[in-house]
């Protein structure tokens, strides 16, 4: 799997957009950017997943630049239960493989 | 998605003694995962199991450890002979609902070794 680099921590004011970037420049074409997080000790919680195109769903939005070396989550008003370590993944889309986990970035929501 | 119910929800053990940590998927669920994440540390990955034989492990899935679904619902983590520094949470996943290949967690056992 491509690895990963994200910012070990960001803040975000209550109500505001949290943009979280993720760097994946060594990313195959067969690829998905996967989005996690992990409040406090629980377990990893799925956010979103894509391909190429940009997604959404009720959690977040996710943003893939067009040579997919990038991409950026987007929660568009935060609020402290936001508050997490989010994780970046890449992986190839088949059942069975290890979601491979980084640091991620911690990020604190204030009010 | 439904989420994964793990039993139990903390434990505590001798070292040298054996713990079984449960998972219960959701039944048309095809693939399980063991996860583990040291107090401080990164999530890590221990095992998949599909189709009642393991799938992938990684080199922390040594011999202390094993796999199974005896009941064909129950997943379960066993370690035989528990070290100190199997203390951590340990965390189910499953994937093969309606979104085939995402990986759903469940909220993990707190393990812990003395």
């Known amino acids: 799997d491509a690895k990963t680099t994200q910012p070990t921590s960001m803040d975000c004011a209550e109500g505001r957009a949290a943009n979280l970037p993720c760097n994946h420049s060594?990313?195959?074409?067969?690829?998905?950017v996967y989005w996690y997080r992990q409040i406090h000790s629980q377990g990893p919680q799925y956010i979103i997943h894509g391909l190429k195109n940009n997604e959404t769903n009720e959690m977040a939005s996710l943003i893939i630049t067009e040579d997919r070396k990038s991409s950026t989550l987007i929660l568009p008003h935060a609020t402290l239960r936001d508050t997490a370590v989010y994780y970046c993944?890449?992986?190839?889309?088949?059942?069975?493989?290890?979601?491979?986990f980084g640091k991620g970035t911690s990020l604190l929501v204030t009010p | 998605e439904p989420e994964v119910t793990q039993t139990p929800s903390h434990q505590v053990t001798q070292m040298g003694q054996e713990v079984i940590l449960r998972c219960v998927p959701i039944?048309?669920?095809?693939?399980f995962y063991w996860y583990r994440q040291i107090l401080g540390q990164k999530v890590e990955f221990l095992v998949s199991?599909?189709?009642?034989?393991?799938?992938?492990k990684s080199e922390i899935f040594d011999d202390q450890f094993s796999v199974e679904r005896p009941d064909g619902s129950n997943f379960t983590l066993k370690i035989r002979s528990t070290k100190l520094e199997d203390s951590a949470m340990y965390f189910c996943?499953?994937?093969?609902?309606?979104?085939?290949?995402?990986?759903?967690f469940g909220p993990g056992t707190r393990l812990l070794v003395l």
């Open positions: 199991f599909y189709n009642n034989e393991i799938s992938e």
């Open positions: 060594t990313i195959s074409g067969n690829e998905y």
């Open positions: 996943a499953r994937s093969g609902g309606e979104e085939k290949e995402t990986q759903y």
């Open positions: 039944s048309n669920h095809l693939y």
């Open positions: 993944i890449v992986r190839v889309s088949n059942s069975g493989y290890a979601l491979n």
